[in-house]
């Protein structure tokens, strides 16, 4: 039976009796590379002599101690802040262990995902509400899905792996014990050692091969954080020396013995593929080993990277053309038509009766709109891969195993499971890597290639050309004020389907809604009397797909930017009004810390103007102050004030770190950043095209973490989309003038 | 046989004399820390000193590097007790890192320059280098620290 079928015959749909009105989320088949699993521990398949593990992310031999991180490491720090949780219970210091990610098993299965997937506002904390949040955990346990994204890393792994940390403490004090006959209550921990109470010191990994012996106290609890020596305090990211150093491999950088050097040029149609092409040019270019043909283009086998991009440049293709429309204007064309029932997403939610509220008082209408954008981290897409009559190994950074798994094996013919996956360090991704181009591609190259290592990188045009976008969108929201209040606001909006893409892509299509295009729409927490959220799905163009922060980083910014309308429209502060209409007491708190951050007290005049926006997204409460000054040369981001709400700042230095980020890369695409076609393909083909943010126009950005909400959150992406509708509110309050369109330097210049 | 020095040690490539340094770093000596971004001079990911001048290594032809001098992050010298990689660390600037080995190239090239350098001038010389994960705000205060450092001998 083929994996498809097995696929849809397992997949789990939420929507059914558990979830109702939720989304489809396919189901991997892991039945088999479970059942090779020990207890469904991964670590035990494989574990040498007189070694131990006592759950999926610890591992101890006679020689080391090896953590796993469980996500992929995608710049956000999962290889420095996962192992520490683990060390923290553990007793273990920096520097006495070793870090590896994980391979592909359910039992990495993403926890962390439950609350995104139930549909319920993060601010809900109902029996309902919760219930829906245990069915879709039970689902995802099900379905074992294994996957980075959705700021989860550490909502995921909060719990579990401190938990794991103090089994693997508590199976070594037994296992101490019992060696020594001394009670357990009387044996402690610390440094990487059990110490007994005459003073003894025994390494752990001396107790490795009696520890494995001993079934694993599974009744550890996890300790208090009042108690934590690591985490909750500044501490040194452990990736950061050999950063600097520049000794940390990424995948781009792997070498290994025989491989060769792959280039290829792909049908800029995406998607489509090769109708022929002439490489006799490229033949006899220097360095060039073979040409190969695969389903969407060529690829060149070369002695370096080098000489393989130079003679793929030269090779003549005829492409199949796109489904899509060729022409950017055709795009806006077909969504401006999808406000129609046909093209109806889901009706998120509805408050009161808008239809009557909109007749009451004034009516302010306005169409804001947001283009796609590429992802285009630093690192381009690589990999290294060799396929063999027992099947493929590959090495990628990819934030999805099972699915690099399932993409690889399809493109050649194999099974999942005969494909071994090894992650990478990562130069970024964004999004990028939960993608597939290089996956495939790569796959189709090394089975033409057997037995010899083959190492692809995307030449940074070509990466541009493949790189599959964040959704385009168009809102059309009404709303009416009445003495000094809003009384409607009506949100619509089309898009391309991001998530419903990328679930495609996987593997495990969905008929449902796409959550995501609810995502900063439908999670308003104003208190306003009538409130309806409406999405419609585009159909027919350009694929698309996550993008930092995926729907909010749109639906944030029209979302935000018309409540600041409504707001002026109704003569009101915008950032009084906002905390006077906040109905979540902790959400309030965050718009009244910014405010006491920026000291916020209205308009500033001369020249200068702050804008406020407030985005929860994947359940992360965010608000931002951005002030800008209008100058000859054009409008100044002088400063930004973020505040942001994750029950528990784990990393703080980290966390600002990725706050920090995260303004910048929202402000930098909101400025500057397109992806168009043209002929088909995109037009930006490298980073002058699209620029984002360089340090000359970076602010000064003030973050401070709260901790008030009742759940661990993540800080990845939410810090994304308050960013740009703050920015386009500080602009209309230092000029007057409203950008309903990103990106802004269309309409106004930046310094 | 084209040869040149790469951190203090004579080597030889046997590539075509346009094939940009950056590359015969990577794939034929195996220096991974100067990094492919763009390929044309946008990103600054593949930043290193050729004969002490800090360049884009994707620019900068074999055949044209032939008898000169290069230094990568790798050889840098004092490179454990250098202020602005000290700095770096201190600040922990990277997130991803992928550029961070080119901005501290680029870093450290000002500041041979320009000792204590403004943020108007820090602006203006490190602009041309792309960091996609918006670590500027660390990059910025690292290299204040990093002239600090060096002023008074730190």
């Avoid at chain 1, 995802?140 to 890393?153: A, E, P």
């Avoid at chain 1, 940390?165 to 921990?189: C, F, H, N, Q, Y």
């Avoid at chain 1, 929201?477 to 893409?501: C, E, M, N, W, Y």
């Avoid at chain 1, 770190?657 to 890369?665: D, E, I």
Wanted: proline share 7%; with cysteine; net charge neutral.
């Amino acid at each position: 039976m083929g994996h498809m079928q097995r696929l849809s015959r397992r997949a789990f749909v939420f929507g059914s009796a558990a979830v109702a009105g939720g989304i489809a989320f396919g189901s991997f088949d892991n039945a088999a590379q479970a059942a090779a699993t020990a207890n469904g521990n991964p670590l035990a398949v494989g574990l040498g002599p007189n070694s131990a593990t006592f759950n999926p992310w610890v591992e101890i031999s006679p020689g080391k101690i090896t953590l796993i991180a469980q996500h992929a490491d995608i710049g956000q720090g999962v290889g420095s802040v996962q192992p520490i949780m683990i060390a923290e219970e553990m007793d273990l210091d920096p520097g006495q262990f070793e870090i590896r990610f994980a391979g592909p098993s359910p039992a990495y299965f993403n926890t962390g995902f439950a609350d995104e997937l139930a549909p319920f506002l993060a601010a809900d904390q109902s029996p309902a509400a919760e219930a829906a949040r245990a069915a879709a955990l039970e689902s995802l346990r099900t379905s074992g899905l294994q996957m980075t994204g959705g700021s989860s890393t550490i909502p995921d792994t909060y719990e579990k792996l401190r938990v794991a940390g103090a089994v693997a403490r508590e199976t070594l004090k037994a296992a101490a014990a019992k060696r020594s006959g001394v009670p357990v209550a009387d044996i402690r921990t610390q440094s990487g050692h059990v110490i007994l109470p005459d003073g003894r010191k025994i390494p752990y990994i001396e107790l490795a091969a009696e520890a494995a012996k001993i079934p694993p106290v599974l009744d550890a609890k996890p300790r208090d954080p009042s108690k934590w020596r690591i985490l909750g305090k500044p501490m040194m990211r452990l990736d950061v020396r050999s950063k600097v150093m520049g000794e940390l491999k990424f995948g781009i950088d792997l070498k290994i013995d025989g491989m060769v050097y792959a280039a290829v040029k792909l049908n800029p149609h995406k998607g489509q593929p090769l109708k022929s092409y002439d490489a006799s040019k490229a033949r006899s270019m220097p360095g060039v080993k073979k040409i190969l043909e695969i389903k969407n283009g060529v690829a060149v086998i070369a002695t370096n990277s080098w000489y393989a991009m130079k003679a793929v440049d030269m090779i003549d293709c005829a492409w199949a053309p796109s489904i899509y429309p060729a022409e950017q204007a055709d795009h806006w064309k077909v969504l401006e038509a999808s406000f129609k029932p046909e093209f109806l997403g889901k009706e998120w939610r509805k408050i009161g009766d808008v239809e009557t509220g909109l007749k009451v008082g004034t009516l302010v209408q306005a169409e804001y709109r947001a283009p796609y954008v590429a992802h285009q981290p630093l690192e381009p897409l690589n990999g290294i891969g060799v396929v063999s009559d027992a099947g493929m190994e590959i090495w990628v950074g990819h934030q999805s195993p099972q699915a690099v798994q399932y993409v690889a094996a399809t493109a050649i013919g194999l099974k999942p499971e005969q494909v071994i996956f090894h992650n990478q360090w990562t130069g970024g991704s964004f999004g990028h890597r939960l993608e597939f181009e290089n996956v495939r591609v790569l796959a189709e190259i090394a089975n033409q290639m057997r037995g010899t290592p083959v190492k692809l990188v995307f030449s940074r045009e070509e990466d541009f050309l493949q790189d599959i976008p964040r959704q385009i969108s168009i809102a059309r929201h009404r709303g009416s004020v009445d003495k000094g209040k809003i009384v409607a606001a009506d949100l619509q909006l089309a898009a391309t389907a991001p998530f419903k893409g990328l679930l495609e892509r996987m593997g495990a299509p969905s008929k449902d809604p796409d959550p995501q295009l609810a995502a900063g729409m439908w999670n308003v927490y104003y208190d306003i009397p009538h409130f309806r959220a409406t999405s419609f799905e585009a159909q027919g163009l350009s694929p698309c797909t996550t993008w930092r922060s995926v729907g909010a980083s749109t639906a944030g910014f029209f979302t935000e930017s018309f409540i600041d309308e409504l707001i002026h429209a109704a003569g009101l502060d915008p950032l009084k009004a906002r905390i006077e209409m906040c109905a979540v007491p902790t959400y309030r708190k965050v718009l009244e810390t910014v405010a006491e951050m920026s000291n916020w007290k209205g308009p500033l005049g001369n020249g200068k103007g702050r804008g406020v926006a407030f985005v929860e997204s994947f359940g992360t409460p965010t608000a931002e102050v951005v002030e800008v000054s209008v100058t000859d040369r054009g409008i100044r981001i002088d400063k930004v004030w973020v505040a942001v709400d994750v029950g528990k700042v784990v990393d703080p230095v980290n966390f600002e770190n990725q706050v920090q980020g995260g303004v910048v890369w929202g402000l930098g695409h909101a400025i500057n950043c397109e992806l168009t076609y043209a002929k088909g393909g995109a037009q930006q083909t490298n980073y002058n095209h699209h620029e984002a943010m360089r340090i000359y126009q970076c602010p000064v950005i003030e973050v401070r973490g709260l901790e008030n909400d009742p759940k661990v959150r993540g800080v990845g992406e939410p810090p994304v989309p308050p960013a740009a509708p703050a920015l386009a509110n500080a602009i209309f309050a230092a000029t007057g003038k409203r950008i309903r369109e990103m990106p802004f330097d269309k309409f106004i210049d930046f310094v | 046989m084209i040869e040149l020095t790469v951190n203090g040690i004579k080597r030889q490539v046997d590539v075509v004399p346009e094939m940009p340094l950056l590359w015969v770093l990577r794939d034929e000596l195996g220096i991974t820390s100067p990094k492919y971004g763009c390929g044309v001079a946008q990103c600054g990911a593949c930043t290193v000193q050729i004969n002490g001048r800090a360049v884009r290594s994707c620019q900068s032809h074999i055949g044209e590097v032939a008898g000169k001098s290069v230094v990568t992050i790798e050889g840098v010298d004092n490179r454990n007790d250098h202020p602005v990689l000290q700095a770096w660390i201190e600040h922990q600037v990277p997130q991803c890192g992928y550029c961070q080995t080119g901005q501290i190239m680029q870093a450290i090239s000002l500041l041979e320059s320009i000792p204590r350098p403004t943020d108007e001038e820090i602006n203006e010389v490190m602009s041309g280098n792309l960091c996609r994960c918006g670590t500027y705000p660390r990059i910025r205060a690292a290299i204040h620290t990093a002239a600090a450092k060096k002023m008074t001998g730190k």
